[in-house]
């Protein structure tokens, strides 16, 4: 017995001593896929010697005889740093995510073949100038550089997500850049799900008061014809336009799809969120003349809010290269996978952009061929679909195919998609109309030219060829001017068109198809105007006497009007400092509204902690980490939400679970359609004091389980924690601690120093969005200008740099970035040179 305890030790000593072998071999193979940043490299087809140089925060300066080489070592400093994440952008570009992951992203797979952004992505690229195609090229043949190379004899070929889930990377083709591009624009575009939430409304008999409580638009909104889609749709309406049959005219087709041609996602689930939820882009941006600041020279600041990853979605970079003998910068924020600085400047003007929330999205209601099925509905009759078969694979599992259909109005949405079978009308279909979908896509042209701009006026007239996703592109230059201009590619509708772009319109009738697009001389803009300061935040900036549609879905003006207040309300003139201070703004003028409104309404009220009212009722309205008021005031909005909305919206209450401090307050105040305070379920008649009342004790309740029961001890930066999610290891249990960046940090969802936090999600204060980039170009000396991202240069979870920039971004620091080479070589951590090959 004792051989065999014995035995049984010596076994266990060497399988643990042979786990820890193997452990410390993974580690040493992962650490040695942190590739080179020293020594020289031989390649064919340079014109001359390059290098790139990583200065101190491991950013990438590139320095070459042309823009040619410059773009292409541009390519190969985005794979050698970031190739897991550009991989895992092209494949969800073409819907092949499942072949790495398996069922877990099948139905983001079929969303997204049924787009077919590979199609227009390809034939973009067909129709593009020389210069575009020539950097694109060189761009790509910068990626495959790095992937092809000869590596050491210890080094990693790869990435550690590579050779965890076994994966090769194929070969980098020219047009999956613009694929990338238009994986923006979805991300960015996103009134389609607002098309749907009114459709999903008017099915439950609200009409279009009720409609614009829950989608409220912008007070500088003009002209807003009423939407009552009872009319239109002929629910329980009499409309001269019903759309459906009279004994059909209340029913949702439950068996949608079951026809002799399949549907794209009937077998799936439902699902209203890809693999990875799009976060809805936000930014800031303000430009300042040099007539109002200290140094008598512009100032402009840039802040491009997305979902944050790890990495983060932007990366710096500087290219410095000869053109015609004389000698160029242009350095800032790229995104990796395209050759394009989004943001950023060159030696004369700077450049930022901001979301316009262009009602770019249509969906059209095709309705089908009653005895087959096979047929949708046109003003010349029933015609064909185009269909085609389309064949995923699923690692770990059977490939599997649909039918992909697409209408002369756009690509047919898989009928699981935002519960679309159960909201459209009976024997119908929808098809969705957007401009990113184009095959004449001029948008990587018109990021290349820009960086190449000299005036401000040249900005504005290379953005023109912007098509998608349209952006709100702010610039000042070296000799005092300002600009801004909302470009991209505007849809133009009937006037007879009545919906203009807010809900699903039927497909066979001519009026609601679109008529064109607004001419480039059309686009909104704005050239050094006469109060010297330019601001765009997201919601209505448009002058005045702008007439033109561009969109209803602004987002809520909250960090509009603030950012316009602090601009145009400082008494001294503005400084950098004063520019920086802006961005770091934590003041919520959203949630001081809800406080002041709550406090007003309940005053006098009974049953209420005193001491915790009388503290909301002196806050700052600042969203503080270290401060109490915030986390009790986010929990208030939370439950004040849930108890207006959720009994007369049932199911539909998913549509605004988010929350809307505009709609609340309108749901609640005089301008409401409805009593929508009042429970329909209870026999009580609940008056909005009740309903803020119940709200704060639920608040309580929630937070002391959360929390602890002193409510003095609670702090917003406990439950406030920036989480950069890393695709797809954050979703892993026993990884996702090694990969998934986390940080307490101030602001919130409505302030300038953005960090949403969605109510409605499981975790409802963590913040799942923001700043991925910062800057702030100072023209009195554009070489101390301050630059940050929200992780760290590199995607390898191994290096130092995958996370060394996060604290300094959580704090509100900054780095500066500048174009001599005195400057960047100092502290460098290696030069890495390419010589021509012979």
Same mark, same amino acid.
């Given at each position: ?660 401090? @505009?709609?609340?307050?309108?749901? $609640?105040?005089?301008?409401? *359609?409805?009593?929508?305070? %009042?429970?329909?379920? =209870?026999? #009580? +008649? ?124 959580? @704090?509100?620091?900054?780095?500066? $970035?500048?174009?001599?080479? *005195?400057?960047?070589?100092? %502290?460098?951590?290696? =030069?890495? #040179? +390419?010589?021509?090959?012979?």
């Amino acid at each position: 017995m004792s051989k065999f305890f014995k035995w049984v030790g010596v076994s266990l000593f060497v399988l643990t001593l042979l786990g820890l072998v193997l452990a410390a071999g993974a580690l040493f193979v992962f650490y040695n896929s942190i590739p080179k940043i020293n020594g020289e490299i031989v390649l064919s087809g340079l014109k001359g010697s390059a290098s790139i140089v990583r200065d101190e925060n491991h950013i990438p300066h590139i320095e070459a005889k042309s823009k040619i080489d410059a773009i292409r070592l541009l390519g190969t400093a985005h794979a050698s740093d970031r190739l897991w994440q550009m991989h895992v952008t092209r494949m969800a570009a073409q819907g092949r995510l499942s072949e790495m992951f398996g069922e877990a992203t099948l139905e983001t797979d079929r969303f997204l073949r049924t787009l077919d952004l590979v199609s227009p992505s390809k034939k973009s690229y067909e129709i593009l100038d020389l210069k575009t195609q020539q950097l694109l090229l060189a761009y790509t043949r910068g990626v495959n550089d790095f992937i092809d190379r000869k590596k050491g004899v210890f080094e990693a070929s790869l990435p550690p997500e590579f050779m965890i889930l076994g994966q090769t990377p194929e070969a980098w083709e020219a047009w999956q850049s613009i694929a990338i591009m238009k994986v923006m624009s979805l991300t960015l575009d996103s009134n389609m799900g607002h098309e749907i939430g009114r459709l999903a409304l008017a099915g439950r008999g609200f009409n279009g008061a009720d409609i614009e409580n829950i989608y409220p638009y912008d007070p500088r909104d003009k002209n807003v014809p009423n939407l009552e889609l009872n009319q239109l749709y002929g629910w329980g309406a009499d409309g001269k336009e019903n759309i459906l049959n009279s004994k059909q005219s209340s029913k949702y087709n439950k068996n949608f799809g079951h026809t002799k041609t399949s549907v794209a996602g009937l077998e799936g689930d439902d699902f209203s969120e890809l693999a990875w939820p799009i976060h809805q882009s936000a930014s800031n941006s303000w430009a300042i003349s040099g007539n109002l600041t200290s140094t008598g020279k512009p100032l402009l600041a840039n802040d491009p809010h997305l979902g944050f990853t790890a990495p983060s979605a932007m990366y710096l970079a500087h290219i410095r290269f000869e053109d015609n003998g004389v000698l160029k910068n242009i350095i800032g924020g790229t995104v990796p996978g395209m050759p394009v600085f989004l943001v950023g400047r060159n030696d004369r003007v700077a450049w930022g952009l901001t979301t316009t929330k262009l009602d770019s999205q249509d969906i059209f209601i095709e309705k089908l061929d009653l005895q087959t099925g096979t047929k949708y509905l046109t003003p010349n009759g029933y015609s064909d679909f185009i269909e085609r078969e389309e064949i995923i694979k699923v690692k770990g599992g059977e490939s599997v195919s649909f039918i992909r259909r697409e209408t002369r109005n756009g690509p047919v949405l898989p009928a699981n998609y935002k519960k679309l079978k159960q909201r459209l009308p009976y024997n119908t279909v929808a098809a969705l109309g957007w401009v990113a979908l184009a095959n004449d896509d001029t948008t990587m042209t018109a990021a290349l030219n820009i960086s190449d701009a000299k005036v401000v006026n040249d900005v504005l007239s290379y953005s023109k060829k912007i098509v998608s996703p349209m952006q709100n592109i702010i610039a000042a230059d070296v000799d005092g001017n300002i600009g801004l201009i909302a470009a991209g590619r505007v849809p133009r509708r009937s006037i007879a068109n009545f919906v203009r772009g807010r809900a699903p319109v039927p497909g066979w009738i001519q009026k609601y198809r679109w008529l064109g697009f607004l001419s480039a001389s059309d686009l909104p803009k704005i050239y050094n105007p006469q109060n010297n300061i330019l601001v765009a935040a997201n919601a209505n900036w448009l002058p005045k006497d702008y007439e033109k549609h561009i969109t209803f879905d602004w987002s809520e003006n909250h960090r509009q009007i603030r950012a316009e207040n602090l601009m145009f309300g400082r008494n001294a003139n503005h400084t950098a400092l004063s520019v920086k201070d802006g961005m770091a703004d934590s003041y919520s003028r959203a949630m001081v509204a809800f406080r002041d409104f709550g406090t007003s309404t309940l005053a006098g009220a009974v049953n209420i902690n005193e001491l915790l009212f009388d503290r909301l009722r002196k806050w700052n309205g600042k969203m503080e980490k270290n401060t109490v008021e915030p986390l009790i005031m986010v929990s208030w909005f939370r439950h004040a939400n849930e108890l207006v909305f959720k009994d007369e919206l049932g199911e539909e209450f998913e549509l605004v679970k988010n929350g809307n401090v @505009t709609r609340l307050l309108t749901a $609640m105040g005089n301008g409401r *359609s409805q009593n929508w305070c %009042n429970k329909i379920r =209870t026999p #009580k +008649f609940e008056t909005c004091a009740d309903i803020l009342s119940e709200a704060l004790d639920k608040v309580v309740a929630e937070l002391e389980t959360k929390f602890g029961p002193d409510w003095t001890e609670w702090k917003w930066g406990v439950a406030h924690i920036a989480v950069h999610e890393h695709r797809p290891f954050s979703k892993v249990d026993f990884l996702k601690d090694f990969f998934t960046l986390q940080q307490p940090i101030s602001g919130g969802k409505f302030t300038l120093l953005r960090s949403t936090n969605n109510i409605g999600a499981k975790n409802p204060f963590v913040a799942t969005q923001g700043a991925a980039y910062r800057a702030i170009y100072d023209f009195s000396n554009l070489n101390n200008s301050k630059f940050m991202i929200s992780t760290g240069q590199s995607g390898n979870v191994m290096s130092q740099h995958y996370s060394d920039l996060l604290d300094k971004w959580a @704090t509100l620091q900054y780095i500066t $970035m500048s174009t001599l080479k *005195s400057d960047y070589e100092k %502290n460098a951590l290696g =030069t890495l #040179k +390419f010589v021509p090959a012979q």
